[in-house]
């Protein structure tokens, strides 16, 4: 590596600050989205600080908790008129259906007035309610990712539909800063479009970290057949995540206007993606690779 690669990469920042979104309107009254630096927020850790201290306001509001009263209270009246004559006896639980949270340290003790302002929801019924259970082990893996880091080690990627600017070339530089074997497909194959994704392994990959473009086309059968045996008889990987970006808009179509169109936005987005999965689960089961998908 010369000298003036090295002086030029001396301001390059691997890790950015936290950025917050910004929306404004302009003179012209076009709606403006930006990414801004997040005030006092200097790293991941006081990030997810900030994140677990919660909104001042609660998630549930004074009517839902009056109705929620008033339900309770015609259940309790309900019993009342009519006992149950049958002695009551103590219910078990088989142990898989309970919610057993890890062991671990972070930020596991959440306020009870209010709600971190990124949590998790369980469905109860037909509505989803916040779980303070879900929301703490959630922050407690992130907090331990802040400050411990991960890593992708050893692990082999599949993102199909990456285009430029977009979630899909963040992803890929975390996986490449962690050190996985990305594979990327694109119906997009040239030299610019190469490029591109050449410079983000430039700036983004470490140590045994790989990235492989290759090109496309998830609405053809034959090309994912073609694009599964490449990685796994060519590449001579075995893939650990399979992360679809790709598909078309189908804005403005009802149920009585479903064109050529629509069938190859179902073929890409569902069919196919369906087919990428079940070739994958040959190519595993074939070489006796034992696991546990989700």
Same mark, same amino acid.
């Given at each position: 590596m010369s000298a003036n690669s090295c002086h030029n990469h001396l301001s390059t920042r691997m890790l950015p600050h936290p950025t917050a979104p910004h929306t404004e309107v302009n003179s012209k009254g076009d709606i403006v989205h930006s990414q801004v630096l997040r005030e006092n927020v200097r790293k991941l850790e006081a990030?997810?600080?900030?994140?677990?201290?919660?909104?001042?306001?609660?998630?549930? @509001?004074?009517e839902q908790k009056n109705h929620i009263k008033a339900l309770y209270e015609d259940v309790v009246r309900s019993l009342r008129k009519d006992p149950d004559p049958r002695p009551s006896r103590v219910r078990s639980h088989r142990a898989s259906?309970?919610?057993?949270?890890?062991?671990? @340290?972070?930020? @596991?003790s959440l306020s009870a007035d209010k709600v971190p302002l990124l949590h998790l929801k369980r469905?109860?019924?037909?509505?989803?309610?916040?779980?303070?259970?879900?929301t703490s082990v959630y922050l407690d893996i992130l907090q331990e990712i802040a400050t411990a880091g991960t890593t992708f080690k050893d692990k082999n990627t599949l993102l199909t539909g990456v285009?430029?600017?977009?979630?899909?070339?963040?992803?890929?530089?975390?996986?490449?800063?962690?050190?996985?074997?990305?594979?990327?497909?694109?119906?997009?194959?040239?030299?610019?479009?190469?490029?591109?994704?050449?410079?983000?392994?430039?700036?983004?990959? @470490?140590?045994?970290?790989?990235?492989?473009?290759?090109?496309?086309?998830?609405?053809?059968?034959?090309?994912?057949?073609?694009?599964?045996?490449?990685?796994?008889?060519?590449?001579?990987?075995?893939?650990?995540?399979?992360?679809?970006?790709?598909?078309?808009?189908?804005?403005?179509?009802?149920?009585?206007?479903?064109?050529?169109?629509?069938?190859?936005?179902?073929?890409i987005m569902l069919t196919n993606l369906l087919r990428i999965m079940g070739t994958v689960k040959n190519k595993k089961a074939s070489r006796r690779f034992v696991t546990r998908p989700t």
């Amino acid at each position: 590596m010369s000298a003036n690669s090295c002086h030029n990469h001396l301001s390059t920042r691997m890790l950015p600050h936290p950025t917050a979104p910004h929306t404004e309107v302009n003179s012209k009254g076009d709606i403006v989205h930006s990414q801004v630096l997040r005030e006092n927020v200097r790293k991941l850790e006081a990030y997810v600080e900030e994140m677990a201290s919660g909104d001042t306001v609660s998630e549930i @509001s004074e009517e839902q908790k009056n109705h929620i009263k008033a339900l309770y209270e015609d259940v309790v009246r309900s019993l009342r008129k009519d006992p149950d004559p049958r002695p009551s006896r103590v219910r078990s639980h088989r142990a898989s259906s309970q919610f057993i949270r890890p062991q671990v @340290s972070g930020i @596991s003790s959440l306020s009870a007035d209010k709600v971190p302002l990124l949590h998790l929801k369980r469905k109860v019924g037909t509505a989803w309610e916040y779980s303070s259970n879900l929301t703490s082990v959630y922050l407690d893996i992130l907090q331990e990712i802040a400050t411990a880091g991960t890593t992708f080690k050893d692990k082999n990627t599949l993102l199909t539909g990456v285009g430029k600017g977009s979630i899909g070339a963040e992803v890929i530089k975390g996986l490449l800063a962690g050190g996985a074997h990305v594979v990327i497909t694109t119906s997009q194959y040239n030299r610019a479009t190469v490029k591109y994704y050449q410079s983000i392994f430039h700036s983004c990959g @470490s140590r045994r970290s790989a990235l492989t473009v290759v090109p496309f086309n998830q609405g053809s059968k034959q090309d994912v057949e073609a694009l599964v045996d490449y990685i796994y008889a060519n590449l001579g990987l075995d893939l650990d995540f399979i992360l679809p970006f790709a598909g078309i808009p189908e804005n403005g179509r009802e149920t009585d206007g479903i064109d050529d169109k629509s069938e190859l936005a179902h073929c890409i987005m569902l069919t196919n993606l369906l087919r990428i999965m079940g070739t994958v689960k040959n190519k595993k089961a074939s070489r006796r690779f034992v696991t546990r998908p989700t």
